[in-house]
């Protein structure tokens, strides 16, 4: 597991990757900050290379084009909430209750 420090312009971040992919980014002082780390070394992977370059162009108001490689590691359940949140729009937001939503529609109707 490999770590490295982004200094953005809303605090510090944490992030983290293994040999398949991003697996965490947290914000300094979060609830869940670094939650699950194991023996990280701070190193520069590719793939946090691709994510620090990612967001240098998010938060200078580009859209990015494709989103780094990424590993979720969950539940069933977080890892469709995942899948849902990468679909929303550069630019766009989602609340809670409009992820429930669509979460609650789409296994509605894979019951039917």
Known sequence: MFIQYYDSPLGKMLLAADEIGLIGVWFENQKYYAKGLKEPIEEETAVLKE???WLNLYFSGKEPKALPKMHLIGTQFQKKVWQL???VPYGKTMTYKAVSYTHLRA???RRH
């Open 51 to 53: 994510t620090k370059e």
């Open 85 to 87: 949140l990468l679909k």
């Open 107 to 109: 296994h509605e109707t």
